[in-house]
């Protein structure tokens, strides 16, 4: 019996120490391999085929060096930074693997006066400085042959742009000359110093736009003068922002620009709201600055674009304000969603949220030799509205709303052999009528140098709002220990960086870029909302014709009573009266309910989202588990 038992106490240890070195091996076997289970809908966490497609391509081994500082001592502030580490070491390993032998990773912990911190300062990669003085290195030097990119500081507000930030990092060192992109705008787009007059009185200068210093990490950017008459050859991209005013001679220039084969990339507007906050006038913040366009070279193109009219949706419209209190709807101010996004095209098919701001919309059938692409659209629940008004009166867009029953194009894309929009040449300068020189009349034509037809394809873009880029509407900037966090809004800057991206750099950078401001909307309730809407519309405009047929009736009574009854209503007017009002109260409260049902459709739906985020999971492992133990009994009870 002892024998017995002992052999059972033999057996039941060598099985647990088996079973112990079985789970020591597969655990160093897999822990070799890494591989990540991301189950998230857009695979954020996983490479993107884009980053794969800058890998497969490389044909040199690409080294690169990761410092960071594993000895440092233990605060809140390094335990974090460690903590970021391994998920940057997690991502290199990844780019390790898919390299298949391209990709070579070292790491160094440069310690205070040591020869890996001598080599963390020859790459370019910066310490942290600490509360006790001493310095966390977190940083990658990426480098091939003679080429080198260093990110100085790994930023931990940056996560979700780090696959995007190294591979940028791989394609400038396969690729060191950065191609040169020009920007025009009639807006401080590059920023404006600060003036000493100004600065006296507390007011500062104004940082160049957020778009303009990404694509500084990426192009050779150049500043072009709204009034140019000629654009630089070297420019293989050019960038018009709210071209106002813009002259035919400056407009000749970007149709040459185009036939030698040049990319443009215009965001027009309808109504721009940046160019009105500039103005010192509070009232014409509130109306918007008028609307620009590019006239020109648009009816060469056969394309026409609204300027002095914006675009209202009931779908995509925006709620501003709330917070603690009750926002307010604007159908001018965009929200498009997927439904309104290309998501076929390279360029959008990655990007599922576009904020768009008191924009125009483009028509008409392109010129011969032109195939157009429609990026972003409206919905068919749309309509054409006076710019200036909705943004006075933002309810003036909701109170005369008729659906089009059109989808407008908000954002195109035109390629194949332009012609030109001057046939006779550059247009002569306008000059006073003191100053004109008969002279110079032979300087309105010019000779057989102008181009009138492309030799090659070429590719232009066109969007009807230029607010969307600025970072009010695109960015927030947030001040954290770790310096300021920019975190996007919305798509709107990956939109224009992809759109420059495709033109003149490495269009796989933009399946990596996109990925990070991925987010899913209630489309379900906007749709709810927009029909609440439109039954609260149709109750308001029956409130309207009611009051003014009321107040007809009045005006005649009004006038056919005797002069002794000039301010005494007569029985008749009391009577009319009394019934506006029970009619007017009767429709209010109609009105009140319809608000009520409404806001009690979206808070339940918004309830029952939320619960079952919560319960979703463990219900169905509780279920898995009831399941096991179900199948578990009828085995045994098999035996």
């Known amino acids: 019996m002892q024998k017995k038992s002992l052999e059972t106490f033999l057996y039941s240890v060598g099985g647990v120490v088996a079973m112990a070195l079985i789970l020591i091996a597969v655990n160093f076997i897999t822990g070799t391999v890494r591989q990540r289970v991301d189950l998230t809908k857009e695979k954020a966490y996983t490479l993107s085929d884009g980053t ?132 025009m705008s009639s807006l401080p787009v590059f920023g404006m110093p600060s003036n000493p007059m100004m600065m006296q009185m507390g007011q500062r200068g104004q940082p160049a736009w957020a778009l303009v210093t990404e694509l500084q990490n990426d192009f050779t950017v150049r500043r072009v003068e709204l009034g140019t008459d000629k654009i630089d050859p070297e420019i293989k991209v050019l960038i018009v922002i709210h071209p106002k005013d813009i002259t035919d001679t400056t407009q000749f220039a970007i149709d040459q620009f185009v036939l030698r084969g040049g990319k443009l990339v ?88 576009i904020w768009y701001f008191a924009g125009g919309v483009f028509s008409g059938t392109p010129a011969a030799g032109l195939k157009e692409t429609v990026l972003l659209r409206s919905t068919a629940d749309s309509q ?79 969007v009807g709002d230029a607010d969307m880029i600025h970072d009010s509407f695109s960015v927030q900037d947030t001040q954290t220990p770790f310096g300021n966090m920019r975190r996007p809004l919305n798509g709107n800057l990956n939109f224009a960086q992809n759109a420059v991206e495709q033109l003149a750099g490495d269009s796989n950078l933009i399946g990596v870029r996109s990925r990070a401001t991925m987010n899913r909307p209630f489309t379900r309730v906007k749709k709810m909302e927009a029909q609440a809407d439109a039954r609260f519309r149709g109750k308001v405009q029956e409130l309207e014709a009611s009051l003014a047929e009321t107040q007809q009736r009045l005006n005649e009574l009004q006038q056919n009573k005797d002069k002794n009854q000039r301010f005494i209503l007569s029985p008749e007017q009391q009577t009319e009266l009394e019934k506006f009002r029970k009619k007017e109260s009767e429709a209010r409260a109609v009105l009140k309910k319809t608000q009520k049902d409404l806001r009690r459709e979206v808070d339940q739906l918004e309830t029952r989202v939320k619960w079952w985020n919560i319960f979703a999971m463990p219900l169905a492992v509780t279920g898995c588990g009831i399941l096991l133990a179900v199948y578990k009994r009828k085995l045994t009870a098999a035996k």
Do not use: H
């Not at 030109?420 to 300068?429: D, L, N, V």
């Open 52 to 183: 794969r497609a800058i890998l497969d391509r490389l044909d040199t081994p690409v080294k690169i060096r990761f410092y960071c500082s594993q000895s440092a001592s233990a605060s809140p502030e390094t335990v974090f930074l460690k903590g970021y580490a391994r998920k940057v070491e997690d991502l290199l390993a990844e780019y390790k693997q898919a390299g298949k032998g391209k990709i070579i990773i070292e790491k160094y912990d440069p310690q205070p006066d040591s020869d890996a911190e001598d080599s963390a300062r020859l790459d370019g990669v910066e310490g942290l400085p600490l509360q006790t003085g001493d310095k966390f290195y977190l940083g990658l030097a990426v480098s091939l042959l003679d080429a080198k990119q260093a990110i100085p500081f790994v930023q931990p507000t940056r996560e979700r742009l780090l696959e995007y930030d190294l591979s940028r990092a791989i394609t400038r060192v396969v690729t060191p000359e950065k191609p040169v992109v020009g920007v």
């Open 266 to 353: 215009a965001f027009l507007d309808a109504n721009s709201l940046m160019e009105s906050r500039n103005q010192q006038n509070p009232m014409m913040g509130q109306m918007g600055g008028g609307g620009s366009t590019l006239d020109k070279l648009l009816k060469a193109w056969g394309i026409s674009f609204e300027n002095s009219k914006v675009v209202a949706d009931m779908n995509f419209q925006m709620e501003v304000g709330g917070g603690q209190g009750q926002g307010s709807q604007r159908p001018t101010w965009l929200s498009i969603t997927a439904e309104g996004i290309d998501t076929n095209d390279v360029v959008t098919s990655q990007i599922d949220n």
């Open 384 to 462: 054409m509205v006076d710019g200036m008004m909705a943004n006075l009166a933002p309810e003036s867009a909701l109170k005369d709303f008729k659906a089009s029953g059109t989808e407008y194009a908000l954002a195109i894309r035109l390629m194949g052999k332009f012609k030109t929009a001057f046939p006779e040449g550059k247009p002569a300068e306008k000059q006073p009528d003191d100053k004109k020189d008969p002279a110079a009349k032979s300087d309105v034509k010019q000779a057989d140098d102008a181009l009138k037809e492309g030799k090659s394809e070429a590719t232009v873009i066109l």
